[in-house]
């Protein structure tokens, strides 16, 4: 069974650019999630998509959107990139959101702002 | 606010003894608590989660404890290998929330 594959790995970008995430979760997954880790600020949840619909969002400003296909698959985006949006971005998969809260998560997409 | 605290940062223990990683959380309202392990460059990876109804859960060399008093859970891991590790990470989930809060990791080191 294919894990939860994140494009690209890593990307670099310059401030004020956007740039637009992707995840596959698992197969049969219908629950995405996408979280932000920066050094030694643990994993900070982003927000969460079920059947195409954001049931939950973290304290992010609007500049960070997402949304999810009708396959599941899931983008995120941040546009006016700012330097402190460099971080490693996790997207994390379950059959429903998890009714024990276990993810599945990908290798995730490292971005470094210049 | 942080909900989830692991306050070491990091552990070192010789291969073969007990680790015992700490974390603890200020929220009554958890109702599962998780423990995820990641290596470099790669995504976390599920160890073993306990339902707030419960105060140990065991799964082979990690068994994970769990004080709601003291809103305080630990993990540990016995015997120690030189393949544990990694950082480890303490989650929570509030009832309903579809979303995990995690604590800042503590990076565990075994040495051969």
């Known amino acids: 069974k294919a894990g939860v594959t994140q494009t690209p790995r890593y990307l670099i970008k310059t401030r004020g650019q956007q740039v637009t995430l992707s995840c596959s979760p698992i197969s049969g997954h219908r629950s995405v999630s996408w979280y932000q880790q920066t050094p030694g600020q643990g994993l900070q949840f982003l927000f969460e998509y079920f059947s195409e619909t954001q049931r939950n969002k973290g304290n992010f400003p609007g500049r960070f959107s997402g949304r999810q296909f009708s396959n599941s698959r899931s983008e995120m985006n941040v546009s006016t990139l700012e330097l402190g949006d460099s971080a490693l971005y996790l997207c994390a998969s379950s059959f429903s959101g998890g009714a024990t809260g276990e993810l599945f998560f990908g290798e995730g997409s490292r971005l470094t702002v210049l | 606010d942080q909900q989830v605290k692991q306050n070491s940062p990091s552990l070192s223990v010789q291969e073969g003894r007990i680790s015992i990683l700490n974390c603890d959380y200020t929220?009554?309202?958890?109702?599962?608590f998780l423990w995820y392990k990641k290596y470099p460059a790669e995504g976390p990876t599920f160890l073993i989660s306990i339902s707030s109804i419960k105060d140990k859960n065991e799964d082979g060399r990690f068994t994970v404890f769990l004080n709601k008093s003291a809103k305080h859970l630990s993990l540990h891991i016995v015997p120690s290998q030189p393949g544990d590790s990694a950082v480890y990470f303490c989650?929570?989930?509030?009832?309903?929330?579809?979303?995990?809060?995690f604590g800042s990791g503590t990076r565990l080191l075994v040495r051969p």
């Open positions: 929220n009554s309202m958890f109702d599962y």
């Open positions: 989650a929570a989930r509030m009832d309903s929330s579809y979303k995990l809060i």
